[in-house]
Every structure is written in C-alpha cells, then in structure tokens.
C-alpha cells in the first residue's frame, strides 16, 4: 500500500505529454516558472466526462504547433477531476486542488485555462473550446501578454 501511495504520488505531481512535461501540483509548478521566468498555464480539465475538454486536448494541448510554443513560454499545469469509479485523490491533494478550484475557477467551468504570471496572478482566463486552430488558440494566449 505504501509502494502504491508513493508511486501515485510521484507520477501524480509531473506527467509527461508528448514530450512536454506537466505538473499536477501547483506549488512546483510555479517555483519551476519562476526558476525558468515563464508563465504558468493552468489546465482545469474532467477528462473522463467532457467532451470539450477532450476535444481541447486532442485538437490543441498535443499538437507540435502548441507544445513547440509552450515550451518557451509556459509551464504547463494540470488539474484533472475524474468521474471514474473508485478513482480517488489522496484527500491532502484533493483539498489542495479544491482550494485552487476555489481561487482560480470559481465557477466550475470545464475546460478552463488560466494564466499566470510567475506572482500567482491572473494573467487571462480562455474557456469553453470553440474549434480554434493550435495557431488561433496560441494567439488568445499571446493577448495576455499585452496585459
């Protein structure tokens, strides 16, 4: 059982997607930008029940044009809030991300991006994904920077 907490904990805090690597807790993630002096991009996702999010994923978050951008500008963040049976968070993580849920996406919404600067503040927020190309996507990011 301690094995298994362990391994859960040390594959939970950092994922790798397509080369790319994704921080599930918050805390590292914002040292890392801060070490690197980039933004975070905060992905609040339910994979296993949203379409969009899936979509969102798929069409933009694994693609080369995104990722390639990413890595220059982003450390890239991943809140996921499964529905699958039987899944469940350590229940320090789970307050961990509820506390964030709390701050950053008030109202529940799936999917959701925030970014933010390297303080922890809101840079922007992109939401519900319309079927933008990764170049599209990319530049509703870049207008944060102008902020």
């Known amino acids: 059982m301690k094995t298994w ?3 859960v ?3 939970g805090t ?3 997607m397509d080369g790319q690597e994704w921080f599930s807790d918050l805390d590292e993630a914002v040292d890392h930008a ?3 002096n980039k933004k ?3 992905f609040f996702s339910v994979p296993d029940a949203c379409e969009a999010c899936e979509r969102l994923e798929e069409k ?3 693609s080369d044009v995104f990722l390639d951008y990413a890595k220059n500008h982003y450390v890239l963040t991943r809140l996921e809030f499964l529905n699958t049976p039987g899944y ?3 229940p320090e993580i789970k307050a961990q991300n509820l506390l964030i849920v709390e701050k950053y996406n008030k109202d529940g919404f799936f999917p959701l991006v925030v970014v933010l600067d390297k303080h922890r503040r ?10 933008e190309t990764p170049q599209q996507y990319i530049a509703l990011l870049s207008a944060f920077d102008d902020q």
Do not use: D, E, H, W
């Open 60 to 62: 933009i978050l694994t």
């Open 34 to 36: 801060i070490s690197q």
């Open 9 to 11: 904990l040390f594959f």
């Open 88 to 90: 469940s968070l350590a």
């Open 14 to 16: 950092m994922q790798q």
């Open 40 to 42: 975070v991009f905060l």
């Open 5 to 7: 907490f362990l391994m």
């Open 122 to 131: 809101v840079m922007g927020k992109v939401g519900v994904y319309q079927n």
